[in-house]
Each structure stands twice: as structure tokens, then as C-alpha cells.
């Protein structure tokens, strides 16, 4: 008889991920980017897509913790792929400051912090005047006043205090209005730096003193741009999105306690940005 074959026992998944391979279909990308691939390449693009958009999502809602180690045999084996398309997606995710890579220990989610959270909110305070200094002179009347019926819309929304609803409204609102500008690589960085701080952004919208904040400001941002005047809606969102060393003092305590104390929040598992 012959000597038994020796099993391998089960995968275990990673520490904090859904049990099972995602096999979600990738969004975002028109067939046609990669018609021109061989048949191999493009299985190899399609896998290393699913794999960032699979794990961006679970940085995005917290299920990878601040500063955990990555580990790429158990991302792979919970994604049912190789170990390339996962290497691909978490040297994808570092190089938009989703992730650190340390030379010979891998891949971690970054740390919560002030100082980089600060920066985070001053990054986008930057980026969100610049594209409305730009949509103030390139926007189309039409695509200002499509701007404006989204927001008259949206105002009875936010009425119902619904911190879930809110967060989608005021994301879906900004990236309409970012997308203005007519500077796609400028919008596609807003992008990136909302999912960043989503989930602080999900803790901070519950406050109803923002609440009130944000239907003024949106309102103001709403007639600065009908206006085309650029220097009111800077002020704006310099108010708007500023974040204090004490705010994020604040938010970064609460959002330890909520992660690490099992403080219930299941509405802060929303879509991502």
C-alpha cells in the first residue's frame, strides 16, 4: 500500500473578514479598457480589481483595525484568488494612503492619529475650494442648476436626522459638486481622501449641532456657485471642513471606543464613498 497523501487542513479566514470568498462582480471600469488584453491578462486585472475593491471596503468600514498587520495568505484565501492579484491591490491601496508597506513585515493599516487625520482634513479643505474655484468659471448653467435641484431635494431628507441618510446625501453632494470643475484626477483624489475618513465623518455627522451646520453651509455653497462667486464659497468650506486639534482629539477617542469597546454602531457599516 502506499504511504497516505497528507491533507491540508482548512484556511482559516483573516482575523476580522467575512468567512467565504467575496466573489462580488468588479464595478467601475467599462469593458472596453480592457477588450485590447489577452484573455490572461485581463482574468489577472479582473482578479487584482476585485481584490482592492473587496479590501479598500474593509479598511473603509473598520474591519481591518488601525495598525493591523495584513496578512496575504488569508486575504487570498478568503477572496479565493492567488496571492498576486492581493499583492497588487494592497501595493495599489498603500500608494493612496490606505495602507503602509515596512520593509520585511509587510503591509498595516494605518494608525489613527492626530497629526495625520489633521493633515487628511487639510488635504481636502484644499482640494474641495480649489474645485470650486474651478467649476465657478468652467460649470455649464445646466450643470448648476442640476446642483441646485439635488439640494433642494436632499434638504428634506436631512430633516429626518437619519446620520446614515445624511452621510450618503453630503458625500453624494460634494462629489456633484467637485465633479464640476471638469478635473477628473481631481475628483478621483476627493475620492480617495472621503473614504479615508469616512467612518470619523459617520461618528461626527450623529452631532446635531453639525446637523444644522451642514444644511447651512450646503445652502450657502449652493448660491455662491449659482453666483460664480469663487472667494464666498472658499470661506465656506474652510469653515466647512476645518477640524481643530481638539475636534480631532474628540473624534479620534470616539472612534476607538466604538472599535474597540463594541459601543453597537451597525449604521456606521455603510456603502463606501
Known amino acids: 500500500m502506499g504511504a497516505k497523501r497528507k491533507t491540508r487542513p482548512a ?30 491578462r485581463r482574468r489577472a486585472a479582473d482578479s487584482a480589481d476585485r481584490a482592492y475593491r473587496a479590501i479598500r471596503q474593509w479598511i473603509i468600514e473598520f474591519k481591518l483595525r488601525p495598525e493591523e498587520r495584513l496578512n496575504e495568505l488569508h486575504l487570498a484565501r478568503t477572496l479565493a484568488l492567488s496571492r498576486t492579484p492581493v499583492r497588487e491591490a494592497l501595493n495599489r491601496l498603500a500608494s493612496e494612503g490606505f495602507l503602509v508597506f515596512a520593509p520585511n513585515r509587510g503591509f498595516f493599516c494605518r494608525s489613527l492619529d492626530i497629526t495625520d487625520l489633521i493633515g487628511v482634513y487639510e488635504t481636502r479643505s484644499i482640494l474641495e475650494r480649489g ?41 453624494a453632494f460634494h462629489r456633484q459638486l467637485a465633479e464640476l470643475c ?81 459601543v453597537p454602531a451597525p449604521a456606521a457599516r455603510g456603502q463606501a464613498a
Request: charged share 30%; proline share 5%; hydrophobic share 40%.
Open 131 to 171: 474645485a470650486f474655484e474651478l467649476a465657478c468659471k468652467r460649470a455649464s448653467d445646466a450643470g448648476i442648476a442640476a446642483l441646485t435641484r439635488f439640494w433642494a431635494g436632499a434638504q428634506r431628507h436631512y430633516r429626518r436626522r437619519d446620520p446614515d441618510e445624511m452621510l450618503n446625501l453630503d458625500e
Open 11 to 40: 484556511a482559516r479566514p483573516a482575523k476580522g473578514l467575512p468567512n467565504g470568498p467575496a466573489r462580488e462582480a468588479p464595478k467601475g471600469r467599462a469593458k472596453g479598457q480592457r477588450q485590447g488584453l489577452p484573455k490572461g
Open 182 to 262: 471638469g478635473n477628473r484626477e481631481l475628483v478621483r483624489q476627493l475620492a480617495a481622501i472621503d473614504a479615508r475618513i469616512r467612518f470619523v465623518r459617520r461618528i461626527t455627522i450623529e452631532h446635531v449641532p453639525i446637523q444644522a451646520r451642514l444644511i447651512e453651509d450646503h445652502g450657502g455653497l449652493v448660491a455662491a456657485l449659482g453666483a460664480r462667486n469663487a472667494s464666498r464659497g472658499a470661506r465656506i468650506l474652510a469653515r466647512h471642513i476645518s477640524l481643530s486639534v481638539e475636534d480631532a482629539r474628540a473624534l479620534l477617542k470616539e472612534v476607538l471606543f466604538r472599535l474597540y469597546v463594541d
